[in-house]
């Protein structure tokens, strides 16, 4: 009987879960038409959701207002609407208390159940954010396309919930683009998980350039527009890296490792470490030699701990890394190796901050570049001394 009772709990556990797991979003981006030359522009997007069961006044969608001090579509998106199987779902909404990082949740007026439809236009506008420094998540056009990281646009279903994730994109507006993702290029399915992974995802469209032309490996990257310099040869010399990291790291797998190149007129150079990709940036003037550094250090966090026991120790190792493996590869010379270590070194003695305990730095991590580079600074000196 107990076994019998155990099976038959078993199976009742099992087909929720599948039951569960097939719940689907589907998101479908469609970007407007773009000149080449375009500051603004924008971005349709529809969110398609099933098994949906929220109660009346139950938070239902959440995006970051504001997330690494990067203002979002948040409080700009127009024409929102939703709608379920009964109609027209009405919609208000609430903000957390007003933080480094805060969200805007939107609340149904009645119950929804079932499958949901929700559609609204993200604007594009790429006047230098009032904000400051941040990460390059931002939506921008460039070259007559446009990209973005899911964490200033895409609205998220609240609640830990799997779902089966698909992304589509209508090109229609954008003749003769493509478009393409973390995740790979044009439609994709990210299969069964939690639907916060599009808030890690960078989306691209538009007339492209990439590198390799023809991707075979795990490597590949993309750009829009015109870099300043030609992208080609850093990128041949970040692939070669990546091969040889695969090997350092003992993968055995070759995972893919997409690198998007975009403009950033504020903190060029910079950039963010996001879901099995690297989003670069470039100002005006520069090489390609000049963005080694950065996208060794980045790359390297496809195998360690980003925050592992505290930032000093996720961002410190990359810092440590970052000329140390180039040089063990031969890809760098003794000379540059040098360079680098001591140029972390200058900053992070000088710095006169550099007494500032670690637990101040993230409430202050905006205040300005000396806090910001202080767990990165101080993470590879202890590092060195330890392999020293």
């Given at each position: 009987m107990r076994m019998c009772f155990a099976a038959a709990l078993l199976a009742t556990v099992s087909l929720a879960s599948v039951a569960q797991a097939q719940e689907r979003f589907e998101v479908v981006l469609a970007p407007g038409p773009l000149a080449a030359d375009a500051e603004q522009g924008h971005l349709d997007v529809t969110l398609k959701l099933s098994g949906v069961d929220a109660a009346a006044g139950q938070p239902l969608l959440a995006l970051p207002v504001v997330i690494a001090n990067t203002a979002t579509v948040a409080t700009t998106l127009q024409n929102l609407r939703a709608t379920d199987a009964a109609g027209e779902v009405p919609l208000s909404f609430k903000d957390d208390p007003v933080a480094i990082a805060y969200a805007r949740h939107w609340i149904p007026g009645r119950a929804v159940k079932g499958d949901l439809t929700v559609s609204y236009r993200a604007p594009i506008d790429n006047t230098p954010p009032k904000r400051g420094a941040g990460p390059p998540y931002q939506l921008r056009t460039e070259g007559g396309g446009l990209s973005g990281v899911g964490n200033t646009f895409i609205l998220i279903p609240e609640g830990a919930k799997p779902?089966?994730?698909?992304?589509?994109?209508?090109?229609?507006?954008?003749?003769?683009?493509?478009?393409?993702?973390?995740?790979?290029?044009?439609?994709?399915?990210?299969?069964?998980?939690?639907?916060?992974?599009?808030?890690?995802?960078?989306?691209?469209?538009?007339?492209?350039?990439?590198?390799?032309?023809?991707?075979?490996?795990?490597?590949?990257?993309?750009?829009?527009?015109?870099?300043?310099?030609?992208?080609?040869?850093?990128?041949?010399?970040?692939?070669?890296?990546?091969?040889?990291?695969?090997?350092?790291?003992?993968?055995?797998?070759?995972?893919?490792?997409?690198?998007?190149?975009?403009?950033?007129?504020?903190?060029?150079?910079?950039?963010?470490?996001?879901?099995?990709?690297?989003?670069?940036?470039?100002?005006?003037?520069?090489?390609?030699?000049?963005?080694?550094?950065?996208?060794?250090?980045?790359?390297?966090?496809?195998?360690?701990?980003?925050?592992?026991?505290?930032q000093w120790f996720g961002e410190g190792n990359a810092v440590f890394y970052q000329a140390l493996l180039p040089l063990r590869a031969g890809l760098i010379t003794p000379d540059d190796y040098l360079a680098d270590i001591n140029e972390t070194a200058r900053r992070y003695y000088s710095n006169p901050l550099n007494d500032t305990p670690n637990d101040q730095i993230a409430p202050r991590f905006w205040e300005g570049t000396r806090v910001r580079v202080l767990p990165n600074d101080r993470g590879a000196m202890y590092f060195a001394v330890l392999d020293g």
């Open positions: 779902y089966d994730i698909s992304l589509r994109w209508d090109l229609s507006k954008l003749p003769g683009s493509a478009a393409t993702s973390s995740y790979g290029d044009g439609d994709v399915s990210l299969g069964v998980g939690p639907a916060g992974r599009l808030m890690s995802t960078v989306f691209m469209a538009g007339p492209m350039h990439r590198y390799p032309q023809d991707a075979k490996g795990g490597f590949s990257a993309v750009w829009l527009g015109t870099p300043p310099f030609d992208p080609g040869p850093v990128m041949d010399w970040t692939q070669q890296l990546h091969s040889w990291m695969i090997g350092f790291f003992r993968d055995p797998s070759e995972p893919p490792y997409r690198v998007f190149l975009r403009y950033n007129p504020i903190n060029a150079g910079g950039g963010a470490a996001l879901t099995n990709s690297f989003l670069t940036t470039y100002g005006k003037t520069g090489s390609g030699e000049a963005l080694k550094g950065t996208l060794a250090h980045e790359m390297i966090h496809t195998w360690t701990a980003v925050d592992g026991p505290g």
